[in-house]
Each structure stands twice: as structure tokens, then as C-alpha cells.
């Protein structure tokens, strides 16, 4: 078996929160509390802006293709990691189902992550530029931007995935977390993995860095344009539409710096099983919750659609 995958002999098992049976249970309840919130909150944003007309502008798209995303986002992840939290014995994945999570975790952040910059630049525009907003951020753009973060993270997320599963892998092991990531699959391998760590910097770079540059730059320009509106309810207002989409995108890039950014020797199990948890369950439970409550207008949204609800 020695220096070659075999593909159908050879499972990957996640490291159990506890060995306790009543903190697991705890530890399932409140994974399952959070997911169910988090699909019920995403889910009704992207409702509430697809059934509003008054919310069918650029902005509003975006956030809802952001809340669809953090929706499959979570469903990547949280659904095998609650059966393994949950089973009584170790829950065994496959080498193709692991590569399978893996490729749909990166490709999904991946695109979540490069969505938040293109929203930074909606609202440079908007802010910037609002006497040329509408011709500038126009629907073709707004989709062609949309799909293009997609594609990119499709890209990067088949590039990096295929080349981390040609690695052999000699024998069934213990992930050292409760899903498959980049750096712990990577561990398990039975052969040297510079190029895979250097190949998995450049794809963090791409990925992390350049987008945050973007939106920080786009920010820069935005509080200088915020600075020179004369009346405090205008700069209030102005300052209210980015608020919400600064605190998610600190969430976001922050916990994902901690992990990808770092140099792979300083890894920690432990400490990526804390932020792992962050970023995967806590995180898509929080933007909803963000965004409706620092954005009147979908809050105005929200009361009107549970109102025709009600009444219905």
C-alpha cells in the first residue's frame, strides 16, 4: 500500500469534541441549533429581497446571493459533522466524499469571500459615485460580477482539491478536525508537501489578501467621501449601508487569516478547531442577524412580509 492511494480501502475518521457521550450531545444540540438558525435566517433574506421590489437594487442582490451562499456554505459542512458528533462510534468518510467536502468548503468560502469584495465596491460606487451609480452598476454587471466569483472559486477550489488528493495517502487516519480542510488532510499524506503548502499560500493570497486590499482601499475612499457630507443624518445613513458589511467581512477574513495565512509548521489543531467552529457554524448564524439589524429597509421588509403572512 506503501506510496499509492487505494481509493477504495482507505477512509479518514474526525476527532471527536469530547469522550464524553453528554458533551457530544450538548455539542450536537447547539451544531443543530445554530445550522437550523442559520439556514432560516439566510433563507429569509434571500425571500424577503426576491418577493420586495423596492429591494431590487444591486446592493440587495448582492446580499442575497451572499445568503445563498452562506446556505450551502453551512450545508457542506454541518450536516456529516452532526451524524459524526452524533454516531457512537467513529464516523468514517471516504477518500473521493472527503475530496468531494473539500472541493465544495473551498469553492464556496473561496467565492464568499471574493462576493464581500465585490459588495465593498457596490457600495464605493454608491457612496462615491451616486449620480452615476445606476449606469455604472448596471444588472449585466451585478450578474457578471455574481458569476465571476463563482468561477473563480470554482477554479481555485478544483486546482488546489485535485492536487492535495494526488498525494498518497498510506493508511486510514484520524482528521484532526470535524471536517475535511486543507492543512489536516494534508498532514495525513505519506509524502513531502511543500509545493501543496506553497500552491495553498498562493491560493490564500488570491483568495484572503487581495480582496481584503480591495475592500480596505474601497473603505478608505468611502470614509472620505462619508467625512464630506455636511448634515449628520446623511453621514449616519451613509455610514449605516457599510456598518453591517465591515463587521461581517472582519468576521470572515479574520478567522480565515488565522488559519491560511499562517505558516502551515505553526498550525495548530486545537486552536483551528476553535476558529474552525467560528467559521463554519457561528459565522452564517451572525451575518443574517448583521444585516437585518443595522439595514432598515430589509427590517421594514421583514415586518411587512410577516404582516401579509399574518393576514393572509
Known sequence: MEGTNQTGMIH???????KLPEVQMLIFVAFLVMYLVSIGGNGSISLIIWSNHSLH?????????LAALEICYSSTIAPLTLASVLSAERALISLPGCGAQMFFFIF???????LLAVMAYDRFVAICHPLRYTLMMSWRLCVQLALGSLALGFILAMQLTVLIFRLPFCRSQEISLFYCDVLPVMRLACADTWVHEATLLVVSLTVLTIPFLLIALS???IMAAILKIRSAE???KAFSTCSSHLTVVLLQYGCGSLIYLCPSSRYSPERGQVV???YTFITPVLNPLIYSMRNRELTDALKRTM???LLS
Open 276 to 278: 474552525s467552529v467560528v
Open 12 to 18: 479518514f475518521y474526525f476527532r471527536p469534541f469530547s
Open 234 to 236: 446623511g453621514r449616519h
Open 108 to 114: 464556496l468560502g473561496s467565492a464568499d469571500c471574493i
Open 57 to 65: 437594487t444591486p446592493m440587495y442582490f448582492f446580499l442575497a446571493s
Open 219 to 221: 473603505y478608505v475612499f
Open 307 to 309: 404582516m401579509r403572512f
